[in-house]
């Protein structure tokens, strides 16, 4: 068992600490590496993205509405609002001809900081369509209308692609969801709580699938392709997740999620895991993740230079002065 903290300094002290918790499993699901947190509940957030839109793949809604890989892509993220993201939305949404009023995931200003500006500037206000999950709406409403469901209520716990959803996270996860773990997430979605290794297991079992013949190997293999090929898309130009897949070129899958959560699976050595930061904040996770990678060498020395910034994150003041710095320690 191992400990694993992320440091904030100030100077030359150490202002903020944040503890970390983590399950790794290898293709066998032997626990290769654990702070001993395994059967803590965690809602992964939006980190399990790819496995809610599998419903929408199975719909066959992208052919039907003949969607691109864009916008299979984008059904898995959570993105920034940059204009790459918003050209995409807009043309899926419009090939389903549906309004941004039947989104129900609410509305919030670009995450991404320019891009909010930019709105800000132009005069116009933000829509259903800037909110971070609205990929993973259009994903359930498309699956809807193809399989000739009600979108109305398409959040409701109850509504029938709902089920469909809850019985891909627990076929991915080989937990069965009970009512202590049922929770609504930001964007009012249901959301679910499992234990930190079988979120582990979700990632050898998304290997196990993109890889093999599995029951869910036609719509992962497709989901993920799709992800790898258009990571900017699955968060924007300068978040994480995005950059880790994009610097290892696809080897390893990466899904951040609310409150400090972070899914990642290599394709190559076959190993899957999750990270928690315990108090929720998420500028402590890349410190940690690259300290993981780092440890089980899931990262070249050349991928290891591309992610410096990210192991070793300078903290600057509104002045643009270094202050201090974010680092992992593992113990």
Same mark, same amino acid.
């Given at each position: 068992?191992?400990?694993?903290?992320?440091?904030?300094?100030?100077?030359? /002290?150490?202002?903020?600490?944040?503890?970390?918790?983590?399950?790794?499993?290898?293709?066998?699901?032997?626990?290769?590496?654990?702070?001993?947190?395994?059967?803590?509940?965690?809602?992964?957030?939006?980190?399990?993205?790819?496995?809610?839109? @599998?419903?929408? %793949?199975?719909?066959?809604?992208?052919?039907?509405?003949?969607?691109?890989?864009?916008?299979?892509?984008?059904?898995?993220?959570?993105?920034?609002?940059?204009?790459?993201?918003? !050209?995409?939305?807009?043309?899926?949404?419009?090939?389903?001809? /549906? &309004?941004?009023? =039947?989104?129900?995931?609410?509305?919030?200003?670009?995450?991404?900081?320019?891009?909010?500006?930019?709105?800000?500037? =132009?005069?116009?206000?933000?829509?259903?369509?800037?909110?971070?999950?609205?990929?993973?709406?259009?994903?359930?409403?498309?699956?809807?209308? =193809?399989?000739?469901?009600?979108?109305?209520?398409?959040?409701?716990?109850?509504?029938?692609?709902?089920?469909?959803?809850?019985?891909?996270?627990? &076929? %991915?996860?080989?937990?069965?969801?009970?009512?202590?773990?049922?929770?609504?997430?930001?964007?009012?979605?249901?959301?679910?709580?499992?234990?930190?290794?079988?979120?582990?297991?979700?990632?050898?079992?998304?290997?196990?699938?993109?890889?093999? &013949?599995?029951?869910?190997?036609?719509?992962?293999?497709?989901?993920?392709?799709?992800?790898?090929?258009?990571?900017?898309?699955?968060?924007?130009?300068?978040?994480?997740?995005?950059?880790?897949?994009? !610097?290892?070129?696809?080897?390893?899958?990466?899904?951040?999620?609310?409150?400090?959560?972070?899914?990642?699976?290599? +394709?190559?050595?076959? !190993?899957?895991?999750?990270? +928690?930061?315990?108090?929720?904040?998420?500028?402590?996770?890349?410190?940690?993740?690259?300290?993981?990678?780092?440890?089980?060498?899931?990262?070249? +020395?050349?991928?290891?230079?591309?992610?410096?910034?990210?192991?070793?994150?300078? @903290?600057?003041?509104?002045?643009?002065?270094?202050?201090?710095?974010?680092?992992?320690?593992? +113990?």
């Amino acid at each position: 068992m191992s400990k694993l903290t992320t440091f904030v300094t100030r100077g030359n /002290i150490i202002e903020s600490i944040h503890g970390v918790k983590c399950v790794v499993q290898n293709f066998n699901y032997k626990i290769i590496f654990t702070t001993g947190h395994e059967l803590d509940l965690v809602y992964p957030r939006s980190a399990i993205k790819i496995f809610q839109a @599998i419903p929408f %793949i199975q719909s066959e809604a992208h052919k039907k509405y003949k969607l691109s890989k864009k916008e299979i892509a984008i059904s898995c993220s959570s993105h920034c609002g940059e204009k790459q993201h918003m !050209i995409v939305l807009h043309n899926w949404i419009k090939k389903i001809k /549906i &309004n941004n009023n =039947s989104l129900k995931c609410g509305i919030h200003n670009p995450l991404n900081l320019d891009s909010s500006n930019k709105l800000l500037s =132009s005069g116009k206000k933000p829509n259903q369509l800037h909110n971070n999950c609205a990929g993973k709406h259009l994903g359930m409403i498309s699956g809807c209308l =193809s399989n000739e469901m009600d979108i109305k209520n398409y959040l409701g716990f109850n509504h029938p692609y709902q089920k469909l959803i809850r019985n891909s996270l627990e &076929n %991915i996860t080989k937990y069965k969801i009970t009512k202590k773990q049922v929770g609504i997430d930001g964007c009012s979605a249901p959301q679910y709580a499992f234990p930190l290794q079988n979120l582990s297991t979700s990632m050898v079992n998304l290997i196990k699938n993109y890889i093999g &013949n599995e029951g869910l190997s036609t719509s992962i293999k497709l989901l993920l392709d799709s992800i790898l090929k258009y990571p900017q898309l699955i968060g924007g130009s300068k978040k994480f997740d995005s950059e880790l897949m994009r !610097i290892t070129k696809g080897k390893i899958f990466s899904k951040g999620g609310a409150e400090g959560v972070l899914l990642f699976a290599h +394709k190559e050595k076959k !190993i899957g895991g999750v990270i +928690k930061i315990i108090d929720g904040n998420e500028r402590a996770l890349p410190s940690a993740t690259t300290e993981i990678f780092k440890k089980l060498s899931l990262v070249t +020395k050349n991928e290891q230079q591309k992610l410096s910034d990210w192991n070793n994150q300078k @903290i600057y003041n509104h002045a643009k002065i270094k202050v201090g710095r974010i680092y992992a320690q593992l +113990k």
